[in-house]
């Protein structure tokens, strides 16, 4: 069909992976290039293979600097200091922000449109290590999981959807009384047990590995965009969820960062509230379907 305005990129670009494996019949893992509903033509990663294939590459979050504290390359929390006058940081999980690139997804922190334009049903979740080519994602990841139950039908199709919704703020709500959804997931590479294990002994005494969980929030109502793998049954959700708001109060700012506590007993210990090495030094890609 011809496109008189040229404003219907549909009928040039397919607008997710899915449309692209189901349209084009494309049945490789790889980078293509995907346009959304206004004419914007971007370049992301398609997995075709995993579980029947058609997961769209949206984000990933990557810890440049497990040291800096809200600081920069903190996008998916802040990258202003950790302030109360900053409650929702830099506002990533529900803006239309865009940075990065696919090719390096796994060396900076990765947002593009997709993340608000394409209406999805699941997600999926990768944790690569740092620094590993797109070539190599696939292998080298230790962790590789996504849902079946369709739960984003229920959140307007999309996580920035899900977090206007639920919004990744500071002083938002308590815990555990305004959590915002705990979805089952599916492990393609590692299972509970491996999975939980990427956590310090005190979240694996309370949490529950086999779910994902989005907008927790903390003691001190701090809010926390992801929980990857697990969901909480305690309160001290920074030393296991990813990305969060602006202002973390407990031993400010301490807490404040992509990664958010995961250094709490030590830079990558395993030890008390402590995260592996492993889980530290690994980008977590997020994919819809
Ligand atoms: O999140 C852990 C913190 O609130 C308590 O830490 O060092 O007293 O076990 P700690
Ligand atoms: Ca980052
Ligand atoms: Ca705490």
Same mark, same amino acid.
């Given at each position: &069909?011809?496109?008189?305005?040229?404003?219907?990129?549909? %009928?040039?670009?397919?607008? +997710?992976?899915?449309?692209? @494996?189901?349209?084009? &019949? =494309?049945?490789?893992?790889?980078?293509?290039?995907?346009?959304?509903?206004?004419?914007?033509? %971007?370049?992301?990663?398609?997995? @075709?293979?995993?579980?029947?294939?058609?997961? !769209?590459?949206?984000?990933?979050?990557?810890?440049?600097? @497990?040291?800096?504290?809200? !600081?920069?390359?903190?996008r998916?929390?802040s990258q202003?200091?950790?302030?109360?006058?900053?409650?929702?940081g830099d506002g990533s /999980? +529900?803006?239309?922000? =865009?940075?990065?690139?696919?090719?390096?997804?796994?060396?900076?922190?990765?947002?593009?449109?997709?993340? %608000?334009?394409?209406?999805?049903?699941?997600?999926?979740? /990768?944790?690569?290590?740092?620094?590993?080519?797109?070539?190599?994602?696939?292998?080298?990841?230790? $962790?590789?999981?996504?849902?079946?139950?369709?739960?984003?039908?229920? %959140?307007?199709?999309? $996580?920035?959807?899900?977090?206007?919704?639920?919004?990744? &703020?500071?002083?938002?709500?308590?815990?555990?009384?305004?959590?915002?959804?705990?979805?089952?997931?599916?492990?393609?590479?590692?299972?509970?047990?491996?999975?939980?294990?990427?956590?310090?002994?005190?979240?694996?005494?309370? *949490?529950?590995?086999?779910?994902?969980?989005?907008?927790?929030?903390?003691?001190?109502?701090?809010?926390?965009?992801?929980?990857?793998?697990?969901?909480? =049954?305690?309160?001290?959700?920074?030393?296991?969820?990813?990305?969060?708001?602006?202002?973390?109060?407990?031993? *400010?700012?301490?807490?404040?960062?992509?990664?958010?506590?995961?250094?709490?007993?030590?830079?990558? =210990?395993?030890?008390? /509230?402590?995260?592996?090495?492993?889980?530290?030094? #690994? #980008?977590?890609?997020?994919?819809?379907?």
């Open positions: &069909k011809f496109s008189v305005s040229g404003r219907e990129p549909e %009928y040039f670009s397919p607008r +997710s992976c899915k449309e692209l @494996m189901q349209r084009y &019949k =494309t049945k490789e893992d790889g980078l293509y290039y995907l346009s959304t509903a206004s004419g914007v033509v %971007y370049q992301t990663y398609c997995d @075709m293979t995993t579980a029947g294939g058609g997961w !769209t590459l949206v984000a990933s979050v990557h810890e440049n600097n @497990m040291y800096g504290k809200c !600081t920069t390359g903190d998916w929390s202003q200091g950790g302030s109360p006058n900053v409650p929702d /999980w +529900s803006n239309t922000v =865009t940075f990065g690139t696919a090719e390096a997804a796994t060396s900076d922190d990765f947002k593009n449109p997709g993340y %608000y334009d394409i209406t999805a049903e699941d997600v999926a979740v /990768w944790h690569v290590p740092n620094n590993e080519r797109v070539d190599q994602w696939k292998v080298k990841s230790f $962790l590789r999981y996504h849902t079946e139950t369709k739960f984003l039908n229920s %959140y307007r199709g999309n $996580l920035y959807n899900l977090f206007k919704q639920f919004p990744v &703020k500071f002083g938002v709500g308590s815990c555990p009384a305004n959590h915002g959804p705990s979805v089952p997931v599916v492990y393609d590479v590692g299972n509970t047990k491996s999975n939980h294990n990427l956590y310090g002994p005190n979240i694996r005494g309370t *949490s529950e590995p086999g779910f994902i969980t989005f907008r927790a929030i903390n003691t001190e109502r701090a809010a926390l965009a992801i929980c990857s793998g697990v969901k909480p =049954t305690g309160c001290h959700n920074e030393h296991c969820c990813i990305g969060g708001c602006g202002y973390f109060p407990e031993a *400010s700012p301490r807490q404040c960062g992509d990664f958010t506590g995961f250094d709490w007993d030590g830079y990558g =210990t395993g030890v008390g /509230w402590s995260a592996s090495k492993q889980v530290t030094e #690994a #980008a977590v890609l997020i994919f819809y379907r």
